[in-house]
């Protein structure tokens, strides 16, 4: 079974530069969630979805970061513009049912620098 | 709001000797608590959850974790450790909605 798949695994991008991430949450999953890990703050959680709607986004940095999910299959978190402090791993995640009882499942995650 | 605290953001032990990452909760409900391990260039995989059934928990890979509330604790260990289980470990709060609060992790070096 194929697991939640991001890309593009690795992005070098300059600062000033939009940066897209993409997920395809695992097919069925019903939840999901966009982190951020760095050294400095750990693993944050930036936005949920559940059946593609916005749930909390209150951890969204900022107006420079946006998350859309069109379809159950699909979602993007987009940096516009990017800057040097945006250099992170970005994981999306997934989930069927209530997560509170349940599992998340992580992609590898999306590698960003901005120079 | 939930939270919670990892003690100790490296932990070395010997091959073959006990294994204890320490985790404290914050929660304004009963919480549910999570263990998740992460493998160098890996997402995050679940060990065990505790979800208000039996306080202690029996996961994967020969883990386990005691959820007791009166110290709101939910400590990991392991009798054994093997060279495999080194990677980072994160415990994880959640309420009554569907957010996952994550520590800060801790990452597990096993000594030859």
């Known amino acids: 079974d194929a697991g939640v798949i991001q890309s593009p695994r690795h992005e070098v991008t300059e600062m000033g530069q939009e940066v897209t991430l993409r997920c395809k949450p695992i097919s069925g999953h019903n939840s999901l969630f966009w982190y951020r890990q760095t050294m400095m703050r750990g693993l944050e959680l930036l936005i949920y979805?559940?059946?593609?709607?916005?749930?909390?986004d209150s951890g969204m940095p900022e107006d420079r970061f946006s998350a859309k999910m069109p379809n159950a299959s699909f979602s993007t978190l987009k940096i516009q513009p990017s800057e040097p402090r945006d250099s992170a791993v970005y994981f999306c995640a997934s989930s069927l049912g209530r997560t509170n009882t349940g599992e998340l499942f992580f992609g590898e995650g999306s590698r960003l620098t901005v120079l | 709001a939930q939270s919670v605290t990892q003690l100790g953001s490296h932990v070395s032990v010997s091959e073959g000797a006990l294994v204890l990452l320490r985790c404290n909760y914050s929660?304004?409900?009963?919480?549910?608590l999570f263990w998740y391990v992460q493998y160098p260039n890996q997402g995050l995989q679940l060990l065990l959850k505790y979800t208000s059934a039996a306080t202690l928990v029996k996961g994967i890979n020969g883990f386990e974790a005691e959820f007791k509330k009166s110290e709101t604790s939910f400590h990991l260990t392991k009798p054994s450790a093997h060279m495999s289980d080194a990677a980072e470990y994160f415990c994880?709060?959640?309420?009554?909605?569907?957010?996952?609060?994550f520590g800060k992790g801790t990452r597990l070096h096993i000594l030859p």
């Open positions: 979805f559940n059946n593609n709607v916005p749930i909390d």
């Open positions: 994880a709060v959640s309420g009554r909605d569907d957010k996952i609060i």
């Open positions: 929660s304004s409900v009963p919480p549910y």
